[in-house]
């Protein structure tokens, strides 16, 4: 079992940046495949981004691409989603998770572990 507790959520403009962090413990982190979703009020959870167990390999959602960046470093147990020219439509609370499949899904449903969110509020 993986533990996930994320950070860096906060209020920022239009057009600025934040770095959300997402620190694993228990089991062999570098063994997931590591995804970020979100959600805001009144709407599905979805799908954001999610990088490979090396880390060779990312996946974005059409809405991000270009702006988002998600990276992991598996000495330190960590995945990171850099967010640039942050937009109002970005406003939600955005979750880490962790799959143990084979392969990359951005379906919220295959992934087995889930941190608590970090709240990402972008004014205009």
């Known amino acids: 079992q993986v533990q996930l507790v994320e950070s860096g959520g906060g209020l920022v403009q239009t057009g600025g940046s934040l770095r959300l962090s997402c620190a694993a413990s228990?089991?062999?982190?570098?063994?997931?495949?590591m995804g970020w979703f979100r959600q805001a009020p009144g709407k599905e959870r979805e799908f954001v981004a999610a990088?490979?167990?090396?880390?060779?390999?990312?996946y974005y959602t059409d809405s991000v691409k270009g702006r988002f960046t998600i990276s992991r470093d598996n000495a330190k147990n960590t995945v990171y989603l850099q967010m640039n020219s942050l937009k109002p439509e970005d406003t939600a609370a955005y979750y880490c998770?962790?799959?143990?499949?084979?392969?990359?899904?951005?379906?919220?449903?295959?992934?087995?572990?889930w941190g608590q969110g970090t709240q990402v509020t972008v004014s205009s």
């Open positions: 990088i490979r167990r090396s880390g060779a390999r990312t």
């Open positions: 228990g089991r062999t982190f570098s063994g997931y495949i």
């Open positions: 998770a962790a799959d143990t499949s084979l392969y990359y899904s951005s379906d919220a449903s295959e992934y087995d572990y």
